[in-house]
């Protein structure tokens, strides 16, 4: 059976990762943008409010079963040394994000958190050009850390959909209810709860250390970080107001931060 033909993918302006990669050499950000069409396909079949629950899995299974990818998916492939195992995380990944869910534990989390952004990490310094094995745990802690980012920025986004991936033992040590979430009416339990969250994604960003050897080629990675640090800083600094708006970092602000980046040295 052979995997479906890539969609073009649009929205590359608006992605924080699209505008990272184009920090790389011609060739490189070539195989990187049609790994990113990847992820973008898998991602809007997960989210595609025309398509039924189990017209989002037949597709999504046809990813995983396919004797066959698409030609240019494979040359990637071996291009890179890419162990295709890594894409069908992503595809796993996105297949939890099918029907709202509840995460019973941090580990739970970590484990969707693993397929969605850890296992497109892996991938991605292979296409960089990454050969430091110290690359593949900076890459996994740096995708946790993106990851928790991105959840405690989409709270409210995601509770309007009837999704909270915020762990339940985390909601039930600060005594903060589903309905709570969902309903958008935080008690005095949701900001400990926020600041908890942003504790973990500070630790994630604090284990993720580029090795000085792969340093130059982790650019990408390291504006995606330096990014992700701002836009949580700034839902730190403003008190997680995630019900009434969501973190944004402008065009002028990604310059502005890869400029400053791609100036650093190793350390």
Known sequence: MKAPELPPTNGLASSHLAFALFWLPSERRRDALLFYRFCRAIDDIADDSNRTANEKRRLLD???????????LELLLQRHSIDRGLLQAVVRGCSMDIEPRRYATF??????????????????????GCT??????????????LQWTNILRDVGEDARQGRIYLPLEGLDRHGVTVDEILEQRPGKGFLPLMRNGAARARSRFAAAEAPKSDFSALLPARIMRAVYEKILSRLERKGFPVFQSQCRVSMIEKLAVAARVSLQRSP
């Open 62 to 72: 046809a990813w995983l079963e396919a004797d066959e990818w698409p030609s240019e």
């Open 107 to 128: 580990g739970e989390l970590e484990d969707y958190c693993w397929c969605v952004a850890c296992a497109v990490g892996l991938v991605s310094i292979r296409i960089f």
């Open 132 to 145: 430091d094995p110290a690359s593949e745990t900076y890459a996994v802690h740096l995708g946790h850390a």
